[in-house]
């Protein structure tokens, strides 16, 4: 099946399909093997019904993994409206005979059930918490058999998800998981023996995301979204403080934005978890010159680099024209751009001009801060946050089953 062709095919919006209602169909690109495509047009010819059942197995057996890939549970904004229907589809995901074992990327928001029509407050209040508390025991029942898991993603406030320990053990437990993003609140999980990219976001930066990361020897991407309020700048050291002596990070991909710190008196200790450093994207409140020299003297040279800092930095353009194979660099000042900075920038493109010319689209940018946007920074730490992690990330996604 080396060649494959677009059909656009309908899809229905949920998975359970109500006989009381008519669904909604959304159009959904697939690439069909050739193979497929002539059986389908060939049985096209027969009117019988045993030659469209074999057609519609045909594609549902093709389409389910890739319709499945990433599952999104948030029952409050869910299509399924009937209460029967969504424990329908709970039963179905618990029970491991249809697509369970297609998700590779679980997507967690709410298991709150939006508030119903009966006029009895306190009843309809017991009836949800009921129906909820069944939900959550068939998702965690369903947990085990997502054997091809790669992922998973929360970014809820929601206390009935997030301080479900036996839902956790058993995402922790499986050996397939390779992601995980956390927004919000402090992590629950100290622990994922496999784990190879961690995504963090929110204020509320407590011991055990240090004590993750350094749980996780496999970890190569490091990408961190702090919210913290404006005036309280914690330093980037304390992510890796709960290493043992002697022992450091194998990040090669490491992006910090936000509220966040590189203070000098951390320098020395900070540098050694960055030996193997590849890529690398700040949008901080605060670098000390100091990083840029002890980087250069470590010989750590980063061969993607993206930065937005508050004033230039002679130390970071010394850096720069320190080395070759430099393939792409974004750099935006805030504030204090002036002569020295473009020269400094000439220096770099002398330096790496050649080699950074041959992307597509060239990878040497420099802009300047707008005065009258402040919000130009914020913008740019949230569009490096959804590049590390979202739903759009998985290219191969070729839909979403939204409960």
């Known amino acids: 099946m080396s060649h494959r062709s677009l059909v656009d095919v309908t899809s229905p919006q949920s998975p359970v399909l ?15 093997p050739t193979e497929l495509l002539e059986r389908i047009i060939y049985e096209s010819c027969n009117t019988g019904r045993r030659a469209l059942r074999c057609t519609c197995m045909l594609l549902c057996r093709f389409a389910t993994p890739f319709v499945f890939e990433t599952l999104v549970i948030d029952t409050e904004t869910m299509s399924l409206s009937n209460s029967r229907d969504r424990l329908r589809f709970f039963r179905a995901l618990a029970s491991g005979k249809t697509f369970t074992r ?53 970014d809820g406030v929601e206390r009935r998800l997030r301080e479900n320990g036996v839902l956790w053990d058993q995402i922790r437990s499986l050996p397939s998981i390779s992601m995980f993003s956390w927004i919000g609140y402090p992590v629950p999980i100290t622990n994922f023996p496999h784990l190879t990219q961690l995504s963090i976001r929110g204020h509320l930066f407590s ?63 900070l540098i050694p978890h960055l030996c193997q450093l590849q890529s690398l994207e700040l949008s901080i409140n605060f670098v000390a010159s100091e990083f840029w020299a002890s980087l250069q003297a470590e010989r750590i040279f980063v061969r993607r680099l993206s930065l937005s800092l508050l004033r230039d930095d002679p130390m ?88």
């Open 18 to 32: 109500s006989k009381r209602r008519p669904f909604v169909r959304t159009p959904l690109l697939l690439s069909l």
């Open 316 to 403: 970071l353009f010394d850096y720069l024209c320190s080395y070759s194979g430099l393939d792409s660099l974004f750099l935006l000042i805030r504030r204090g751009s002036g002569e020295a900075t473009q020269k400094g920038m000439e220096r770099v493109r002398e330096r790496h001009g050649e080699m950074l010319q041959k992307c597509e689209p060239p990878g040497l940018q420099f802009g300047e801060y707008d005065a009258e946007d402040n919000s130009w920074s914020w913008k740019i730490s949230e569009a490096v946050w959804m590049r590390k992690w979202g739903l759009d990330q998985h290219s191969r996604m070729c839909g979403i089953c939204i409960l």
């Open 207 to 269: 011991r055990s995301v240090a004590i993750l990361i350094s749980n996780s020897p496999h970890l190569s991407s490091l990408s961190v979204l702090s919210t913290n309020f404006p005036g309280y700048n914690p330093s980037v050291l304390a992510f890796f403080r709960q290493y043992p002596p002697g022992k450091y990070s194998s990040i090669t991909n490491l992006s910090l934005c936000g509220n966040l710190a590189v203070f000098q008196s951390d320098v020395p200790l």
């Open 102 to 154: 297609y998700v590779r990327y679980l997507h967690l928001i709410s298991l709150e059930l939006p508030e119903g029509r009966c006029t009895l407050v306190s009843l309809d209040r017991r009836r949800r918490e009921r129906n909820s508390k069944k939900l959550e025991e068939l998702l965690v029942a369903a947990i085990p058999l997502m054997t091809s898991l790669r992922g998973v993603q929360y």
